[in-house]
């Protein structure tokens, strides 16, 4: 949802790619220094994110540590972005997959889903569906994971860091 955010912001649109996944390329901003993003969604499922991320940066020759992996955490609260380099995969069968392809060293941008509830499985929390006050907060959340990109690919991870670990 995230990517979708920033393909709008960047005029860009997705379109089939041999990786397995679905790719839109855009600019942040105008003129021909404006940074390049290209956006990525996996076609398999979360748990197999690692073929098709090994093949996105064979094809633009980039490497792990320009690459920047989106995604949810249970050990922070709702509404929060955290922004890392590096490190274990946390239980998260997406990241361990990434980590046994390409390695550990890359950007993560850590949106926060809080814990589940009571004794509710941490898989079934995390693949139900959102509710009404959850849906009202996701514009708003979406538009911050989509600002902490930003921030990283303009202004470098440091300040991007500093800005979005703020209290």
């Known amino acids: 949802m995230v990517l979708d ?3 709008k912001r960047t005029n860009a649109t997705f379109k089939a ?3 397995h996944a679905l790719v839109a390329e855009g600019k942040l901003g105008q003129g021909f220094d404006a940074p390049k993003l290209v956006l990525a969604k996996s076609l398999g499922y979360m748990n197999t994110s690692g073929g098709p991320v090994v ?3 064979k094809f633009y020759d980039l490497k792990p540590d320009q690459l920047i992996v989106i995604h949810d955490e249970l050990d922070i609260e709702p509404e929060t972005i955290k922004i890392k380099f590096s490190g274990g995969h946390g239980g998260h ?3 361990r997959d990434i ?3 390409v390695g550990n060293d890359y950007i993560r941008i850590r949106v926060g889903i809080g814990r589940p509830p009571g004794r509710m499985d941490a898989a079934d929390f995390v693949l139900k569906d959102f509710n009404s006050t959850e849906r009202a907060e996701l514009p708003t959340t979406l538009e911050l994971a ?3 990109v930003e ?3 303009t202004k470098g991870l440091t ?3 500093q800005v979005f670990h703020s209290p």
């Open 99 to 101: 980590i046994s392809a």
């Open 55 to 57: 093949n996105l940066l």
């Open 93 to 95: 069968n997406g990241l």
């Open 5 to 7: 955010v920033l393909a």
């Open 17 to 19: 790619h041999k990786a």
């Open 151 to 153: 921030a990283i690919v």
């Open 146 to 148: 989509a600002d902490a």
């Open 159 to 161: 300040e991007a860091q």
